[in-house]
């Protein structure tokens, strides 16, 4: 069996079995996974000291206990760029890598943490990210100049958005620049930190959050969500991640290669705002308008009230209600 062109070990496909729920005989986990029941009944010892709670229940089978997934990075190396780093918990993981990047760390590291005390969003807000979720920062050192840099949260978003639909059989949508919604809620969002001079970037950290099998606080349960939720079933983070990687080393390479236009495109497809009146906050102004298109570079282009076109680089993108 293979998610995201890669093959699946046997005591993957065995978890995949024992997250759809209920207990599963021995016998089909031996038939799924092309071995004796012996040999099931090894991996079943294996699983359980890698801390999966694994109950067996006589005449019927194992069943994993709900709250189970556990990360591990062995579980999501996928060879190509990227080196992971765990931790159990931290502040922020792009606080971490930043710390790695003065101890020179080299492009496609990976930080992964299970909890974040003082996870980020951008503009100084707060990324709630208790565990069971998909909280990590990559160490990225693109050689394009620093204008271009704001392809990059487009293109991750893209990338999450296709590791969702690839390990979950999920659709879902992209708002301009950061978010990925399902069902119009938040269930991931993207921060891009650079360290940059006039005509090069010295490095870039890519944070990710997503939601995937972690619980909400209650006061953002309005306008978030987790795969958890959509599913009605947890799902396993370490195959999120290998497909987000592998997903991430595509579009990046293809940017790299073709340029900005294809991953333009694949992002246009899954816009929940283009074509729609919408309103931008930034920093210091609020501005009204249809959202138009992107630009090559990734920046929001708005149709005002009066005709006029604008560029929007950075901001907070919220749907209008029409006026009657
Ligand atoms: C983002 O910011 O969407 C970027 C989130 C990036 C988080 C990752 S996790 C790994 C890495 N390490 C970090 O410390 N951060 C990155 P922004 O567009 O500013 O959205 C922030 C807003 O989303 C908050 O003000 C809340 O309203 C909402 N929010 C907070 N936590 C959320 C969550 N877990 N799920 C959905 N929405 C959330």
Not at 36 to 41: G, I, P
Not at 59 to 68: C, D, E, F, I, P
Not at 168 to 184: F, M, R
Not at 216 to 235: D, F, H, I, N, W
């Amino acid at each position: 069996m293979a998610s995201c062109g890669k093959l699946f070990s046997v005591k993957e496909v065995i978890l995949r079995a024992l997250r759809q729920g209920g207990p599963v005989s021995g016998e089909a986990l031996a038939k799924k996974a092309g071995i004796s029941r012996t040999a099931v009944w090894k991996h079943i010892l294996g699983l359980r000291r890698k801390g999966y709670q694994i109950e067996s229940f006589p005449g019927a089978g194992y069943r994993l206990r709900s709250t189970s997934d556990v990360l591990l990075p062995e579980d999501i190396e996928v060879g190509g760029r990227w080196r992971v780093v765990f931790h159990r918990e931290v502040g922020s993981t792009q606080e971490i890598a930043r710390g790695l990047i003065r101890q020179g760390a080299s492009e496609g590291t990976l930080v992964l943490a299970e909890r974040q005390s003082e996870g980020k969003g951008r503009m100084g807000r707060s990324w709630a990210s208790p565990p069971g979720g998909v909280w990590l920062s990559l160490i990225l050192k693109p050689r394009f100049k620093p204008p271009e840099t704001l392809r990059l949260p487009l293109l991750t978003g893209l990338a999450v958005a296709e590791a969702i639909r690839k390990a979950a059989g999920i659709e879902t949508s992209l708002k301009w620049p950061n978010d990925v919604l399902l069902g119009g809620k938040k269930v991931g969002g993207v921060l891009c930190e650079l360290d940059a001079e006039t005509d090069r970037v010295n490095y870039v950290i890519l944070g990710i959050g997503v939601n995937v099998n972690n619980e909400l606080p209650e006061e953002l349960k309005e306008m978030a969500t987790s795969v958890k939720q959509e599913l009605g079933r947890e799902l396993s983070r370490a195959e999120i991640i290998r497909c987000l990687l592998i997903e991430l080393e595509s579009l990046y390479q293809r940017l790299e290669q073709e340029g900005f236009e294809p991953i333009r495109e694949a992002w246009k497809e899954r816009s929940s705002v283009l074509g729609l009146p919408v309103m931008v906050k930034s920093l210091d102004e609020v501005t009204q308008g249809e959202a138009m298109d992107i630009d090559l570079y990734g920046a929001l282009l708005l149709r005002k009230p009066d005709g006029t076109q604008v560029k929007v680089i950075a901001g907070d993108v919220s749907l209008r209600m029409p006026q009657n």
